[in-house]
């Protein structure tokens, strides 16, 4: 097995060029922080000249003001001690009693926000945020704008109250060139305004410089609560609006429902234990009022203290035969309970209900119809939200289709999910000791041994989790034991699946599994393409040297025509430290760099490595290769960031703006992206940029490598990520792995007018090759656009109309 000492040229040690790198590491880090205390310095003198003069201002109108102001005191004083003020005083109370409550009162938020200027005519979009909030006091705005009238845009600003907030014009957008032919300036017209939100502001004014040096308001977003419930993007407005059924709506369901080809009776188990009645009474009532009438509800009682409970589940039995109640004599928990209520089903299918949740009245109309569209499925999983005490609903689940990563994660399928009651049994249901976890333990057991064609997801919000004081929904960390049992449940899967891992508890209640090295650990080629670009290289090697704890790899500098000097000579010092530099005399392609350079390759495993990537976390390289290892793992991408720490890439999700897009980019690194922190959990996706790759070489040959002739420069990583996950691998993701990119300083923006037509090109050949397959990403889900990398919410939902697709499966059609 080579390592990076059998490869050196010259007798310098590891060691020593360790120890290079991370001198020069410290020398580019002191630089950094001299060149940041030189901006603050020049910053705070530029405000204290600017707060100077404004001092100097409000001086000169401070005199006058104070002389007015001494005036106005004496003539009240003068009309306080006259003999009308006071005899009037009694009339004056009676004003203040009376009419007072009555007058007009002060301008409303409402009519504030009238108040202001009509917006100019323009087109534009904001990528974020996508909701707005004064909970937020920071808040990061970008999008994009364009005047109607073709005219040139030259600045843009927010403007909060007396307070504004400068921000930068003019960034890359390509992805608008083929939406707007007719405007030039479309492919540089993104925007990103950093401002501060306090609880005392009313609206956000964003305006942009027009030609005549003149600010023109292009968009006034109000803060009140009440207005941004009802603004579109809340969750609020998205349920109010495209999921939300009528009577009418639902009675078509009904009969649509009925005439389905296939109607299996559909099992739902509720265990039940000192529920509160009026939850009780909601949850089983979203059973009697499904549009699917074919179920049988299997309520066991564990023995409840409360002697309410049973007389009213015994009235509610009485009154519909498709309720089946039964006693336990002992309290056995909610596994026991829940085999109890199992024993008692007579459904081909059964579905899991807790005791105070709410089902929506469709989830089994969807489930019915998913089994005729998938007869095969013996698992099958919906969206969630939760439901507070007062009915509304919020904090929704959308997600993401089969993904055996993330569910080692964190139970990401959990409600509504649905058993082949013949499966169900074959396991023994829910097992004693993993109470508050046997739903998870279940899944894990089941779904290890079931083919990914038999685990399907419907992207509808089916399941409704009541938040109540006290409940694991709306606190997931104060049940303890939960935790435990989750962590014995997946501890016993990986011995199950023979995979050698572990897991460390981080926050969210969720799960780190960590994957153990192949011993002997594999070799790694490590694949950096370049032209010229000294300085990135070498921040790009040292930061590797220094900050790499694994030992195997070789590194190949594919140097593709460099003339700059400096660079040339940086090169050759670097072949003489045992980095391979390797010519490749022909023009830029990226696609062809890469698998010229995997033929010269060594290692067992690749890693593509773009020259602007920097190592931040030591155990970079350990993560990656510890996944790329899996024999049923493809390609495995890294969590990226741009120099100011946000994140650059946590994942590619294809559809987005036509092809595909990153992730939550430009998120803090802080930021949990959605509730169940997707930017920071293990998962599978789509695909991941070739920025930061690792596969095996076995693989990445199979697959045939990069499209050399189509996909030269851009979405060749995508296409290749297709290609594998086609080939049977899952793709992966892991923030494990943690870098900066410096994102395409060598190669520049997108804004010439040849790089403009083959950006093009390539949209056009992605498209042609994958079709309808990129607007559906397993990782990602139907009901969130793909209008932005934020996970936003979908208007309309890309889910096909439900009576639509009911109607397709009637009797005697499919």
């Known amino acids: 097995m080579r390592s990076l000492e059998e490869n050196t040229l010259s007798s310098k040690s590891r060691e020593e060029l360790i120890e290079k790198a991370k001198r020069f590491l410290n020398d580019e880090a002191a630089s950094a922080r001299t060149k940041q205390i030189q901006l603050v310095n020049q910053t705070l003198s530029q405000q204290l000249r600017e707060d100077a003069e404004r001092i100097n201002e409000l001086q000169s109108l401070l005199k006058p003001l104070r002389q007015e102001l001494e005036s106005k005191n004496n003539e009240v004083k003068l009309l306080a001690d006259s003999l009308s003020w006071k005899v009037s005083s009694p009339l004056r109370a009676l004003r203040r009693t009376f009419f007072d409550p009555i007058k007009p009162k002060s301008k409303t938020l409402e009519a504030k926000l009238r108040g202001l200027k009509s917006p100019i005519k323009a087109k534009f979009h904001i990528d974020s945020p996508r909701s707005w909030s004064r909970d937020v006091p920071i808040v990061t705005i970008r999008g994009w704008c364009l005047l109607d009238n073709n005219s040139l845009i ?25 939406t707007f032919p007719q405007f030039p300036h479309c492919v540089k017209s993104g925007f990103k305004i950093e401002a501060q939100i306090q609880p005392k502001d009313f609206a956000v004014t964003l305006e942009v410089l027009d030609t005549s040096g003149t600010w023109q308001i292009f968009l006034v977003v ?89 007389p009213f589940l015994e009235e509610i039995a009485s009154k519909d035969n498709r309720i089946t109640v039964i006693f336990r004599s002992e309290n056995g928990h909610i596994s026991e309970a829940s085999n109890s209520a199992l024993e008692i089903a007579k459904g081909e299918y059964t579905c899991l209900f807790d005791h105070d949740d709410l089902l929506s009245p469709i989830a089994l109309s969807c489930i019915a119809l998913e089994l005729n569209i998938n007869p095969e499925a013996e698992v099958i999983y919906s969206d969630e939200d939760k439901v507070d005490e007062q009915g509304h609903r919020f904090d929704p689940h959308f997600k993401p289709d089969w993904n055996p990563d993330l569910l080692t994660a964190q139970n990401y399928i959990s409600h509504l999910c649905m058993y082949k009651t013949k499966t169900l049994k074959a396991h023994a249901g829910f097992r004693k000791g993993f109470e508050g976890s046997q739903d998870w333990d279940l899944l894990l057991r089941v779904t290890e041994t079931l083919a990914a064609s038999k685990i399907k997801h419907i992207s509808r919000v089916l399941y409704h989790w009541r938040a109540a004081e006290g409940s694991t929904s709306l606190h997931l960390g104060e049940k303890s034991y939960t935790r435990d049992a989750a962590e014995k449940a997946l501890l016993e899967h990986f011995r199950r699946t023979n995979k050698k891992a572990e897991i460390i508890q981080v926050n969210g209640g969720h799960f780190r599994p960590t994957y153990l090295l192949p011993i002997p650990a594999p070799l790694v080629s490590i694949i950096i393409p370049t032209r010229n670009a000294e300085h990135l290289v070498r921040v790009c090697i040292s930061s590797l040297l220094a900050r790499t704890d694994y030992r195997h790899y070789e590194i190949l500098l594919i140097d593709n025509n460099s003339d700059d000097p400096g660079a040339i000579t940086y090169f050759k010092e670097l072949s003489t430290e045992g980095i391979r530099v390797i010519s490749y005399p022909h023009p830029f392609n990226y696609s062809a760099i890469t698998n010229f350079a995997v ?135 892991t923030p494990y792995a943690e870098l900066i990119h410096h994102e395409s300083v060598t190669r520049g923006p997108e804004d010439t007018p040849e790089k403009v037509t083959r950006f093009q090109k390539e949209i056009a050949a992605i498209k042609s090759r994958w079709g309808d397959k990129l607007l559906n990403d397993p990782a990602y889900n139907r009901n969130l656009s793909l209008d932005s990398e934020d996970f936003a919410l979908a208007y309309p939902p890309r889910n096909p109309a439900l009576l639509h697709e009911l109607g397709l499966y009637k009797q005697n059609k499919v």
């Open 154 to 178: 030259s600045g843009i600003r927010a403007r909060i109250d007396d307070r504004t907030y400068l921000g930068t014009y003019g960034l890359d957008r390509p992805d608008l060139q083929s």
């Open 222 to 310: 109000s803060l009140d609560p009440k207005v941004q419930a009802r603004s579109q993007g809340t969750y609020e407005h998205w349920v109010r609006t495209q999921d939300n059924y009528s009577d009418t709506d639902l009675k078509e369901i009904t009969k649509a429902s009925e005439a389905l080809r296939y109607r299996p009776l559909i099992s739902v188990l509720m265990p039940v234990y000192n529920t509160d009645l009026k939850w009780l009474t909601q949850a089983i009532d979203s059973v009697r009022n499904q549009t699917y009438t074919h179920w049988q509800l299997c309520i066991a009682d564990d023995k409840s203290s409360n002697p309410k409970i049973k």
């Open 599 to 733: 033929k010269e390759a060594k290692g067992e495993i690749l890693c593509l490595l773009n020259n602007d990537i920097e190592v931040l976390d030591n155990t970079w390289l350990d993560e990656l290769v510890s996944h790329a290892s899996r024999p049923e793992v493809g390609a495995v991408g890294a969590r990226l960031y741009y120099p100011n720490m946000t994140l650059q890439h946590a994942g590619v999700i294809t559809g987005l703006g036509g092809v595909a897009g990153h992730a939550f980019k430009g998120f803090t690194r802080t930021h949990p992206g959605t509730p169940q922190y997707r930017p920071h959990r293990l998962q599978n996706l789509t695909a991941v940029t070739a920025a930061c790759l690792a596969i095996r070489k076995e693989v990445f040959l199979k697959a045939k490598g990069f499209d050399e002739e189509s996909l030269t420069v851009a979405f060749n990583d995508v296409d290749f990520c297709l290609k594998v996950q086609a080939l049977g691998y899952q793709n992966v993701y």
